[in-house]
């Protein structure tokens, strides 16, 4: 990647997307601002997220933006792309619900300053605010919404480059497209950019246009402020529009001007849970498809569900029905699937699982899992392990090269390197009151139907004798046997049950 001085352009999710990864790597491509704006994409001083409205249409307890989608909030997504122009502030504006909206602000973005707007008055309004108490920001100021979650991070910093590049007070996204409800672009004979109408205030011929307004523009920090207090509430619904700055401004006679986002669906807002639904498929689709052009085969992307969060290796293999959440990375050549829900899970090279639930473990290379296993929170399986089918782990360490491979619930222990666990293994890690720990050292043999009563220790190369309840330490080398020794009745069946089936087989085998 070239390298500019004076501007740090870091992309910092850089290894979390695959265009992104790929563009770190090969420079400017897919998924990358353009070189050229670079350096101007490096002025901008603030992103102002609005997020202050209700969203009363997603009936929900949770405020609008904290629904979630590809493994980030609504209001996540916005400040992921923000985050993309590297700006020197980071704006949220929360109205509704404000404790929570700005605790999720803060947690995806620590240094983002939050401007509390008590009633929302009007995105105009909401922008008012945000100068009254952070005071004129001098440079571009980009603002977007915290419920547009597919528009990319790469078009807010086209927007604030070519905002810089032509020297505008103000520049407006639009998009070509069908959205109800969004203010249009107005312009004069000669195509001229004039003024954005609200729909709600627009005559019947200006409804008719085509080109919308997104809703996020780059401005002059200075001129803004300047504007946004001539802002007036002579409109249909009498709130304070910020699209009223872009034409004050125009009519101080500064330079205004329009950029069209490439993909119009960038432009849709989230309102309710039909449109989160079809946002979180347009986001997942987009997600897998940067993978498969990024090297990853995608059996069923219909039935596959990524989050943004996820990292995926080279010539790994996604089978149907497979979900990947939250800080999941599939390392190269892994097959996955079909049927398996990771959360937060490591999972190295070659490794294959099958019909497989994971949540926060780590899974090493060449590693074999299920099907049917579940791995719970802690659970770290070192290479070349195998876990079978209904074996349940939490907290638990299995060794290079164990087997663990048939109904095994294995809670709070380690497991050496080359031992394995027979069928029907149980480590007893609670005692009704505390957890416990287990230990079984390297290259043991536990027979199958142990029961370890934790706190207990398996020595290395020590054995267990199947159906053994083990309450004591077993130093290496030994046998642990305990259970009852057996007692055979002689002739039992056919002085019992003397008509049964049973009994006529006995007899014949007896007299043979
Ligand atoms: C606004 C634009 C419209 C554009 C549309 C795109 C104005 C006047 N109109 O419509 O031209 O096509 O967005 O979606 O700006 N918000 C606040 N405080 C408020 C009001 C809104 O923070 O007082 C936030 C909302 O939470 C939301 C965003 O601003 O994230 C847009 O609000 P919304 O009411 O959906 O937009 P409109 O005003 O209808
Ligand atoms: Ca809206």
Redesign the pocket.
Known sequence: MATYPSVRYVDRSCQRGPSRGRAFTTGARVGVIPEEMRLLVSETTAVVI????EGTRMKSRTPKVLHTLAGRSLLGHAIAAAGDLEPRRLVV?V?HAKEQVSAAAVAAAPEAAIVV?EH????G??MRMVIESLGVMPGTVVVT???MPLLRGRTLSELAGRHAQAGNAATVLTAHGEFP???RIVRDADGAFLR?V?ERDASEAERAIDE????CYAFDGALLADAIKRVTTSNSQH?E???DVVEILRGDGHQVGTVLAADPAEIT?VNDRVQLAQARRTLNDRILTDWMLAGVTIVDPASTWVDATVTIGMDAEIGPQVQLTGATAIGEGATIGPGCLLEDTTVGEDAVLLHAVCRQSQVGPRVTIGPFAYLRPGASIAADAHIGTYVELKKAHVGPGAKVPHLTYVGDATIGSGSNIGAGTIFANYDGAAKHHTEVGENAFIGSNTVLVAPVEIGDGAYTAAGSAITENVPAGDLGVSRGRQHNSDGWVLRNRPESRSATAAKRARSE
């Open positions: 609005l997020a202050a409205g504006v109205g707007q929302q008055l009007g995105t309004h909401a919404y915290g419920d409800g969004f203010g954005i609200e919308f307004n997104s809703g709130e529009y910020l699209t807002g």
